[in-house]
């Protein structure tokens, strides 16, 4: 009995994989969290509960997808055979989405996390027509019966940064690499603005949106003409280490984002700004385990462990060391609060009254500049 | 002045890159081959020449070897559409796609590689003078190499016994065949030249322009470089000027973003393209300056002894 079996199973596993092949193309890599199937004869075990990634970017960009690789490793390890983990990358925010989204689905997958905002509207539809399928979308704001949002509070990471970008500036001009003019991206570049006026009230920000989340050569230039424009910092919102690299390059300095990229230019390198997902991964699984998921959104800072910063290059002061400390002790303990009022628009007109502190609402909805950034904000 | 200074040293090194592959697609056009396997052959010259500084620390080496993966590349092309006659658009579409996928596949090692460190290249005397110092003086020797390829290209073509050859069979591979002319292997010549070209110009952008390794970063290079040549009515110089200024309109929307222009950024990400509709729009305007510079037989298959 058991060579049959073994054999029909292997039939089956070899058939998923060729459709799997055929329909996702090559960017499909599984990864079984177990080295080798168990034995038909043992006792039956539950099915693994079969998880699916759709990232954005390659698993090697360094930064933003890299990061959520690094989590997706994390899970395996903490679940073990429990679980099988698998994942789709470059799938692109268009109509591409929504077809990984589906083949992800119909293959059999129970969790399915999407990586990027983009994948909001297409993850809706595919969650429609999979209602025994759990899926959990990353920074977006739309919910379904079975869709949930989960986000990290990568602001905290800019207002750090930012901090150490204006205590170290000799030229008082900070650029910002940026990507998408969605909110997640202008409050971080206004956080990163807040951390720097917060020890220097001279600074001024410079942005330059590349209109993507992954474009090397067009972060480069990006970064190249910031530079160019008197800029001596530089800080991104894009995914990959080529800003920090073109700071290298040019002999200024920069930081790493959602990972820690202090390899890319180490003499740049002022700190990383990083994510860790995988202790919302580890939650999430373990909702989809025990069944206790249900839908909703969480959004999760340093206070979590999900966000932080860290390698902080060796000649920033020690007195900017220890206020980055507190900053982090005090977002731990709520003590301290980075959207707190009074803070000015960019046309100095107050967007938070003294003392008042902004809700998450207010923070999901940021489309102004603060006062001290440049440029005017595309629509 | 200062930021206008930089913005044109970064039109310069920009335009270099197009500039030194739209050479080498020219030689391909005069000899009457169209390679649009342009964009593949960049990638895979730029995953060659990467990985090759990766492993030796040699810039040179790297260019050497990304000339080399373009040659290769362009040879297969070259023996496909000069001895088997297939398409040469569709040959060309498909040594581009295979080359985008196959550089992608082969690099994925090479994602998180990093390269040595590189060293500042500024002339002596001439880097200090104010403006122009910065402006023209504080390249990468390759900027100054791609003149010099324009100017040795225009000697070559125009001036030289071997030029009016390639020259006369892009126009009339017949006519050169009967006077005795190997076609066939002169045009593979072409092919290869133009190949190793586009190669070096791959190299220099994942080894000099963009320091790193990912799959698809030529994004489009490639491209502009075949639709310069067309811009240029097939003209080395005009080529160089058409490489600098699309450079110039790429590396303009950024620096108006930087100093706080307030206009769209959407609309600056369009100026590269609008640049190329108003350039066709112009040339299209004089029909002559195309027909008395197309090379007659591009893109026609040749049959010896028909």
Known sequence: MTD???????????????????LVGCGKKEEPAVPAPAPAAEAPKAEPLKIAFAYVGPVGDGGWTFAHDNARKALEKEFGDKIVTSF?????????????????????????????????????????DFKDVKFEHATGYKTAENMRTYDSRTYEGAYMAGVIAGSMTKSNKLGVVASIPIPEVIRNINSFTLGAQSVNPKIKTSVVWVNGWFDPPKETEAATSLINGGADILFQNTDSSAVLQTAEKMG???????????????????????????????????????????????????????????????????????????????????????????????????????????????????????????????? | ???????????????????????????????????????????????AGFATVVHTGSTLLGFVAGMAAGAALSAIFGVLVIWLNTNQYATGLALSLFGAGFSAFAGTRFVQEKLPEQV??????????????????RHHPMVYACVALTLGLIWFLYRTRAGLVLRSVGESPESAHALG?????????????????????????????????????????????????????WRPARVLLGAYLFGGVTMLQFHLQGIGVNLPSQLLTMLPYLATVVVLVLISRNPTWIRVNMPGSIGKPFYPGS
């Open chain 2, 120 to 137: 500042v290249h500024a002339i002596p005397v001439l880097a200090d003078i104010p403006f122009l110092g910065n402006a023209l003086f």
């Open chain 2, 181 to 233: 002319y190997p076609v066939r292997r002169i045009r593979l010549m072409a092919v290869m030249a133009g190949g190793a070209l586009c190669g070096l110009a791959g190299a220099y952008v994942s080894t000099v322009y963009t320091p790193l390794w990912v799959e698809g970063m030529i994004a489009g290079k490639g491209w502009i470089a075949l639709a310069l040549t067309t811009f240029a009515t």
């Open chain 1, 88 to 128: 789709v990358e470059s799938v692109p925010e268009s109509a591409d989405a929504e077809r990984v989204l589906r083949d992800m689905a119909s293959q059999g997958n129970k969790l399915i996390f999407g990586t990027t905002f983009g994948y909001m509207e297409p993850m809706l539809k595919v969650a429609a």
């Open chain 1, 252 to 379: 200024k300095r920069a930081f790493g984002w959602d990972s820690d990229m202090t390899a890319y230019g180490p003499k740049a390198h002022l700190g990383s700004a990083v994510i860790n997902w995988a202790p919302y991964y580890i939650k999430a699984t373990k909702d989809a385990l025990e069944g206790t998921w249900t839908t909703g959104g969480v959004w999760w800072g340093h206070k979590e462990g999900a966000i932080d910063m860290v390698s902080i290059a060796e000649d920033v002061p020690a007195d900017v060391k220890a206020k980055i400390d507190t900053i982090k002790a005090g977002l731990k303990d709520g003590s301290f609060v980075i959207w707190k009022g009074p803070i000015a628009g960019q046309d100095g007109k107050e967007v938070l009254a003294k003392d008042a502190v902004a809700d998450d609402a207010f923070l999901g909805g940021i489309k102004f500049y603060v006062k001290g950034v440049e440029g005017k904000l595309p629509n």
């Open chain 2, 1 to 47: 002045m200062e930021p206008t200074a930089l913005l044109i040293a970064a039109t310069l090194n920009a335009g270099t890159v197009l500039a030194i592959a739209a050479l080498g697609l020219l030689i391909n056009e005069k000899a009457g081959i169209v390679n649009l396997g342009a964009e593949g052959m960049m990638l895979c010259a730029a995953l």
């Open chain 1, 4 to 22: 049959l079996s073994k054999r029909s199973l292997m039939k089956v596993a070899a058939l998923t994989a060729l459709a799997g092949a055929a």
